[in-house]
């Protein structure tokens, strides 16, 4: 018999699902304080829940029972998934059913909003018949901001156009094409976006970038008497500086559906006019409820049942083996899609990977996955892995392609990546030289010898005497200590192109990047942060 713990109320159309279910038996436990929960975990396989209970490293500690833990949802902030992996546990969501449900919750806020829906109701129901206090927007004509174009974010966006308001929208993933595609104006980056919009709503996950979006620095940005929406996660607009927007009028309205913390039932926020708030409902409707509960409990079914793993968000088993093999390369593969999702620096349209040599006959597919990691991690809070990494690239629309040749080139095994978006295109091949010692042969057609390791910086320049003594220098004056430089060109003769890669010891200032950018015969400089032996993820460690 496999056991289940069901911890938060998911709908009965799953619980339907777990009765009927050959060998699987199942408790509800719900609202556990955290000895009870460590406790109880330890009697299950496997676990389903919603965003209530909060399954922290301390809670899975130590479980040697537990196999899966099913997210009946999207978000996977209130799991451990670094904890979860260590313990062997298999994390999973689901990242669909409940997507048109909290797109329209979205748009009801900014309907809400738009014609004070809440305060009028509450104005009326207390005896006043104030008609003039509440004069609305309309939202024809008007311009709605998305930052985040994701599932969630694209379904706001047809919404929107539906409503005849025009979209502009952030999403470092999002190119020219699919921005054309989907009707909406992309903005370059998140500031050229907030002078923009009359209407801003969020659709990404909270993450180190997302977090304090609109902070104090950026409240002038936006145009004066804007509105915000929030039903992603709590924390990526700060609360104190919506309070301040609120007074000075720079803001007009805030409607949230999420909170930092949660659940949270005290906030300046609360009463104040313009302000209205949700407990966190994006998601709850029948429809969506009975959707992440069927297909959740069928991910538990068929894992517990079969070792069938489907959109897991953590590291997938991979028989030590296999993983022994291939290791060196996964970890070569993910640095160069790391390196290159900041070299190339906007949205991408198509990816082609060559593999080259021994690496040629061996599992390419999970050197594909490895590299398509490290292309999409910065933008996904690393609900991605090794298992989901694909499948998540080509959900974004872009176009990958592979290629295997046995046939050696310099290097006994080399993988080379090409990554296009807009009107960019960058290339950089990658072996390993030694044990464990990723390496950068080829960057945008130059051969050279480079560490993929750490803080680089990046630079196209003429090929021509003087420029690295500059960028010595310019390093030198801002005290930044460089560990090992590389340079590379494409042909033999001097006057050509050529590039540039220095490791640095510590994050280069912006002031000492534009002095290197300002140096004459420097067409680009760019700096990288590649993660040191010690930040791995745990599937390369
Ligand atoms: N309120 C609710 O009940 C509710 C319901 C479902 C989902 N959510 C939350 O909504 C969020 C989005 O869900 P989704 O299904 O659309 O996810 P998704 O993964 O499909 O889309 C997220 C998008 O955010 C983009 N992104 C990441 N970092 C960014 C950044 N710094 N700037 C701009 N864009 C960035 C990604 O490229 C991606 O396209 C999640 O955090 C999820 O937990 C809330
Ligand atoms: O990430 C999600 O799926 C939403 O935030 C919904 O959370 P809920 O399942 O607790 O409603």
């Known amino acids: 018999m496999y056991r289940i713990i069901v911890l938060d109320d998911i709908a009965q159309e799953g619980l339907d ?287 517990l049942t079969t070792g069938e793993i489907k959109h897991a968000v953590n590291v997938a088993a991979l028989d030590p083996k296999t993983l022994a093999e291939m290791r060196g390369f996964m970890d070569v593969a993910y640095r160069l899609g790391i390196m290159l999702s900041q070299w190339h620096g906007g949205g991408i349209d198509t990816v082609k990977l060559t593999f080259r040599g021994e690496v040629a006959g061996k599992n390419t597919k999970l050197l594909t996955n490895a590299f398509c990691v490290g292309l999409l991690e910065r933008a996904l809070d690393g609900d991605i892995n090794i298992v989901n990494a694909e499948v998540l690239l080509r959900e974004r629309g872009i176009e990958l392609t592979e290629e295997s040749h046995r046939e050696m080139s310099a290097f006994a095994s080399s993988i080379t990546a090409e990554v296009e978006g807009g009107d960019r295109k960058v290339t950089a091949g990658g072996t390993m030289l030694g044990h464990n010692m990723p390496r950068l042969v080829v960057l945008d057609g130059q051969r050279l010898e480079a560490f993929l390791d750490g803080g680089m910086l990046l630079f196209s320049h003429q090929d021509v005497p003087g420029i690295i003594g500059k960028v010595g220098n310019v390093f030198g004056q801002h005290n930044i200590n460089i560990a090992q430089m590389a340079v590379g060109r494409s042909g033999e003769q001097a006057g050509g192109n050529a590039i540039g890669v220095l490791n640095l010891d510590t994050v280069p200032t912006p002031e000492s990047i534009d002095a290197v950018q300002a140096v004459e015969g420097i067409s680009q400089a760019r700096f990288v942060q590649l993660p040191s032996a010690g930040s791995l993820p745990t599937w390369l460690q």
């Not at 304080?33 to 209970?53: H, K, M, N, Q, Y």
């Not at 008007?142 to 929107?160: F, N, P, Y």
């Open 17 to 303: 699902l777990l009765d009927a279910a050959d060998g699987i038996e199942y408790e509800i436990r719900k609202g556990l304080p955290v000895d009870e929960l460590r406790s109880a975990l330890t009697e299950f396989d496997g676990a389903i829940l919603r965003s209530g209970a909060k399954l922290t490293a301390e809670v899975l500690e130590g479980n040697r029972r537990l196999k899966a833990i099913v997210r009946a949802g999207v978000g996977t902030d209130n799991i451990d998934k670094v904890a979860a992996t260590r313990q062997g546990i298999v994390v999973m969501n689901t990242p669909t059913g409940n997507t048109v449900s909290t797109a329209e919750h979205a748009f009801a806020l900014m309907l809400a909003l738009s014609r004070n829906v809440a305060a009028a109701n509450q104005s009326l129901v207390e005896g006043r018949w104030d008609r003039k206090k509440y004069m609305g927007t309309q939202l024809a004509g008007k311009t709605l901001g998305i930052v985040g174009m994701g599932r969630i974010g694209r379904e706001v966006a047809s919404r929107a156009m539906a409503f005849d308001m025009q979209v502009a929208a952030y999403d470092p993933f999002l190119s020219d094409e699919q921005a054309q595609k989907l009707g909406v104006q992309r903005c370059e980056t998140i500031d050229d976006l907030l002078g923009l919009v009359d209407y801003l709503t969020v659709h990404t996950p909270l993450t180190d970038e997302t977090r304090g979006l609109i902070g104090k620095s950026r409240l002038d940005k936006l145009k004066p008497g804007m509105r915000v929406i929030n039903a992603a996660r709590g924390g990526i607009y700060d609360t104190d500086t919506l309070v301040e927007g609120l007074k000075n009028g720079q803001i007009a309205g805030v409607a949230l559906d999420v909170y930092e913390s949660e659940p949270c039932t005290d906030s300046p926020l609360f009463g104040m006019p313009g302000v209205v708030c949700t407990p966190h409902l994006g998601a709850s409707t029948e429809e969506a409820q009975t959707q992440v509960a069927v297909e959740g409990v069928h991910l538990l079914i068929d894992f």
